[in-house]
T-cell receptor
Framework: ETGVTQSPTHLIKTRGQQVTLRCSSQ?????VSWYQQALGQGPQFIFQ???????GRGNFPPRFSGLQFPNYSSELNVNALELDDSALYLC??????????????FGPGTRLLVL | SQQGEEDPQALSIQEGENATMNCSYK?????LQWYRQNSGRGLVHLIL?????REKHSGRLRVTLDTSKKSSSLLITASRAADTASYFC?????????????FGTGTLLAVQP
């Protein structure tokens, strides 16, 4: 157990809907990253939040957005859902002081199915 | 996009045998990590090797890194049924501002009891 929790564990939505996924980072960690993992693929970086600001973004459209709260928990929001958004969404936390911590600690993921 | 590929895509062995997985990557790195994923759930960090290291051990795990060939291997010795999982290599965001991980495509390991 890494101490990173995600909710919900599973979610079914239809095309065009919006979804919010939640993540609580490990105690003492101030950096949260989100990854999308399609079936049979490795995780792909969506974006990272550090001290409540976006600190880097992967190749994902603007309808993928996020938030980080003062307690370092985070949300991933996806608008106008498409079928290809069906995937496992992973949250990872790490701590950053003078330099980002290299090892990330992953939550169990939220499996999203878009019909 | 993925950083690179892992080989083989799938591997089936008997308990007690050794399992070797290979990872190739495309860009310069500061470090390379290996993660395990059970049944499509969260990833668990196994080991990190830095670009100036050639070999590292952790329990039954042995990782090698060849930066000239941009490749790494993970050896699991004396495998157990509980080692059944997907294994991913991940490189760092070399020269970037984040600590994002760039993953390979993964190797699915099945250890038969």
């Amino acid at each position: 157990e890494t101490g990173v929790t995600q909710s919900p564990t599973h979610l079914i939505k239809t095309r065009g809907q919006q979804v919010t996924l939640r993540c609580s980072s490990q105690s003492g960690h101030n950096t949260v990253s989100w990854y999308q993992q399609a079936l049979g693929q490795g995780p792909q970086f969506i974006f990272q939040y550090y001290r409540e600001e976006e600190n880097g973004r992967g190749n994902f459209p603007p309808r993928f957005s996020g938030l980080q709260f003062p307690n370092y928990s985070s949300e991933l929001n996806v608008n106008a859902l498409e079928l290809d958004d069906s995937a496992l969404y992973l949250c990872a936390s790490s701590s950053a002081h003078e330099r980002p911590q290299e090892t990330q600690y992953f939550g169990p993921g939220t499996r999203l199915l878009v019909l | 996009s993925q950083q690179g590929e892992e080989d083989p895509q799938a591997l089936s062995i008997q308990e007690g045998e050794n399992a070797t997985m290979n990872c190739s990557y495309k860009t310069s790195i500061n470090n390379l990590q290996w993660y395990r994923q059970n049944s499509g759930r969260g990833l668990v960090h196994l080991i990190l090797i830095r670009s100036n290291e050639r070999e590292k051990h952790s329990g039954r795990l042995r990782v090698t890194l060849d930066t000239s060939k941009k490749s790494s291997s993970l050896l699991i010795t004396a495998s157990r049924a509980a080692d059944t999982a997907s294994y991913f290599c991940a490189t760092d965001d070399y020269g970037g501002a984040t600590n994002k991980l760039i993953f390979g495509t993964g190797t699915l390991l099945a250890v038969q009891p």
